[in-house]
């Protein structure tokens, strides 16, 4: 593990390098690639960083079942399918994308399968609300989740209410643009209202493309922009008129 600083002095501590040369060509193109051959500027993306993390947060867990909840041009699909390939099981990735054909012209699902790793994944074409519930309906357990969809409170809030019901004890579940009010904000809630416990899968304060008093702000409130996980310790749901200030 080593730091790499900014500009601004905050500091990212790089863990894991991810073992998939198309990972390493999108990133070093800053473009992908649609099935006419078409190139397209790489854009509603995680960053290198965050994909490394997320693959060594991988590696270290051994899920068997992973769900991510946004796929784009599929980054965190790559970065989560590779780290189930180097565990060696049978190990599998259900992605939930409305927008995969729509918006991002089959590019995600195109990257996987060019990276040889089609069988170990399930891309549910619908928005978050109708597929999570179906997953819970039809039985699913999981020991994984990236939660990297739509971003405004009340999907956010959603995403991670079904994530619960899924996720077993001991599962982890990550979230991206931690920073973001709404975000942020439903993190304050898995912590008050759910059990569980934030782990460290190596990434530091993150506060780039912030001015100085922005950066003081969080800062002083914590909110880093960078990725945040948290482990499940208990499936546990409090009392009926339970409230907690969050």
């Not at 501590?13 to 006419?36: C, G, L, Y």
């Not at 040889?116 to 309906?137: K, Q, T």
């Not at 990236?146 to 979230?175: M, S």
């Not at 782990?199 to 800062?219: C, E, H, S, T, W």
Request: glycine residues 8%; neutral net charge; contains cysteine.
């Amino acid at each position: 593990m080593h730091l790499g600083c900014y500009h601004d002095g905050t500091c990212m501590r790089r863990t894991h390098e991810i073992p998939n040369p198309m990972i390493r060509e999108i990133f070093d193109k800053q473009q992908v690639v649609d099935e006419a051959g078409n190139t397209h500027r790489l854009h509603s993306a995680i960053v290198l960083e965050y994909a490394q993390a997320l693959y060594g947060a991988v590696l270290a867990h051994r899920p068997r079942v992973v769900v991510e909840i946004g796929m784009a041009y599929g980054i965190s699909t790559l970065a989560i399918l590779t780290g189930l390939r180097e565990i060696g099981t049978h190990g599998r990735l259900i992605s939930i994308d409305p927008c995969q054909t729509s918006v991002f012209k089959g590019i995600g699902v195109r990257n996987v399968r060019c990276s040889g790793m089609s069988d170990r994944h399930e891309l549910i074409e619908s928005f978050d609300y109708v597929a999570l519930p179906r997953l819970l309906e039809r039985g699913e357990t999981i020991q994984f989740a990236y939660i990297d969809g739509w971003h405004t409170f009340d999907y956010c809030l959603l995403d991670f209410f079904y994530v619960d019901k899924l996720l077993e004890p001991g599962g982890v579940v990550g979230f991206n643009d931690a920073g973001w009010r709404s975000v942020y904000k439903v993190l304050g809630f898995v912590q008050t209202h759910r059990k569980y416990m934030e782990i460290d899968v190596g990434l530091g304060k993150d506060y780039r493309r912030l001015n100085p008093v922005r950066i003081l702000a969080r800062q002083i409130t914590g909110r880093s922009h960078a990725d945040r996980y948290f482990q499940k310790l208990e499936s546990w749901e409090p009392r009926w008129d339970f409230f907690a200030p969050f």
